[in-house]
């Protein structure tokens, strides 16, 4: 009766960014647009180191007795972009460079629709005609439309939303664990579905580790004494390279592997590191924070 295949993917994520929008100060923006040094970082490691560095793990995983298809799955984790919503979310909460976040959740999202079917033929070698016309224009729809419908609302209620200032960072975790909600129905509705429970107890505590591992990994590189991030950036780009977009993933993995029968339990990994990442970030949230602000001073 929720209707995911429209309330989500038009309705939800257009919300998110539409919220954006309206929230994030125009003159930041623009600001984060010049920032190159910043994205290049978070979209190399996103696009090149992440998919690798799981690719050489999956390499020493493949001789235990672990089910192949969740090992495969989690080389699809590796391929993905960085996320649409959970990072921006995120980075917002710490007080971290929202603007360079929403810069590379929509950025890394439209390379994403060319180099992730790229970069799973490289690893996987699933070959299917991916439709990146009708991928692309959905995202132009659903990311970088509401983004500047919200931006020009903002512009003549800008007074009112100094004074009230809404509640948009819950609005958009709101909107975000119905995402979440949806796609958990949609894979375990699934009768095919095929697990043994300590398959999947070594995949959660494997997703858990590479995030771990991965969000120290940005931190040790941006917080570096030649690198020239402040600390805003180093939020943004912790949380924009070690997450992973399910809102792009879960289609972009029903396009590449259709008609696929392990289609479910290749799903299976990015299914609990969305999650896993939104439970780690928010945990983490006061210590960066309180990280951010004794840097700052």
Not at 27 to 54: C, G
Request: proline share 6%; aromatic share 12%.
């Amino acid at each position: 009766p929720l209707k995911p295949e429209i309330t989500i993917t038009y309705i939800a994520v257009s919300a998110i960014f539409f919220n954006s929008g309206l929230s994030l100060k125009t003159e930041e923006l623009t600001s984060a647009l010049m920032h190159v040094k910043l994205h290049l970082f978070v979209q190399i490691f996103t696009l090149v180191f992440f998919p690798t560095a799981i690719w050489l793990f999956l390499q020493l995983l493949s001789i235990t007795p672990i089910n192949e298809w969740l090992l495969k799955g989690l080389q699809t984790v590796g391929c993905m972009p960085p996320p649409v919503s959970s990072a921006v979310i995120l980075t917002k909460a710490v007080g971290g460079n929202e603007a360079a976040a929403i810069f590379n959740s929509a950025f890394g999202s439209f390379l994403g629709i060319v180099i992730t079917p790229l970069l799973l033929l490289l690893f996987l070698g699933s070959s299917s005609s991916v439709p990146f016309t009708s991928i692309f224009s959905q995202l132009f729809m659903t990311v970088v439309v509401p983004l500047i419908i919200g931006q020009i609302v903002r512009r003549y209620i800008k007074d009112w939303l100094e004074r009230k200032k809404p509640p948009f960072g819950t609005i958009s975790s709101c909107v975000l664990l119905m995402i979440i909600y949806t796609t958990f129905c949609d894979t375990f509705a699934n009768p095919n579905i095929d697990l043994d429970k300590f398959s999947l107890i070594i995949i959660v505590f494997i997703i858990f580790s590479v995030q771990m591992s991965f969000m120290f990994l940005t931190f040790l590189f941006s917080t570096r004494n030649n690198s020239s991030f402040t600390p805003a950036d180093t939020v943004a780009i912790v949380f924009c390279s070690t997450h992973k977009s399910l809102t792009l993933g879960i289609p972009m993995l029903k396009i590449v592997f259709a008609g696929y029968e392990h289609l479910s339990l290749i799903s299976v990994p990015l299914l609990i590191y969305h999650p896993a990442q939104i439970l780690l970030g928010s945990l983490l949230v006061p210590t960066i924070k309180s990280w951010m602000v004794s840097r700052q001073k």
